[in-house]
């Protein structure tokens, strides 16, 4: 029997809401965003209707929550070369593939079967490029990465990579990262930096990256 909230203790509620939110990114990512819904998050967490219902109004206030739950800041090591640190982002990468992007949210934002769920999930990608886009000028900056280099293009590129791969059904691992950044690295580095691929630093101030 879907379990219901009207005599649940505080710790249950919070146990909950997590399993709304969990049950809406699986459904998102395995079926895309037309497949989330209030009906579908019930059958898939095994919570009642009324229970989703006191916490969000429609299936665009759940889906929107769903797709923020998924946001996780994580700090750029700052003892990485800059090539390394493109190797790692990549890799973290693979967390928002897994907690979001699976091949149904990719092929929904290719086609554009719901105009307004994919408005929300642009918007979470719009700020990942943004961040990106500012990693890529304080290298630009630092002297390791071309100064003649589209920052918007570059993590156009990088984003495009990581959802192609997904799109195809390959993995995101450390192997797929590195066949990527073997091939991009050369247009991407500073000529002096071409030959230090692995060995510089990076700057102190490295902005913090949300996957």
Known sequence: ????????????????DDRILDSALEILKERGP??????????????????????????????????NSAKIEVDIPS?????DTFRWLL???SELADNVVGRGTAAAMLIIEDPESVALLREMIKVRASRLSALVRSRVDAGDLRADLDLGLVATILLGAVLGQIIRGGSVDDEWAESVLELLWPAFAAPEALGQATTRSTPADTPAFEV
Request: avoid cysteine; hydrophobic fraction near 40%; charge should be negative.
């Open 1 to 16: 029997m879907a379990d219901d909230l009207r005599s649940t203790p505080t710790g249950a509620s919070r146990s909950i």
């Open 34 to 67: 037309l497949a989330v819904n209030i009906e579908s998050v019930s059958a898939e967490a095994g919570i009642a209707k009324t229970t989703i219902y006191r916490r969000y109004d429609d299936r665009e206030a759940l889906l929107k929550a769903a797709i």
């Open 79 to 83: 003892d990485l070369s800059t090539y």
């Open 91 to 93: 890799h973290e990468a």
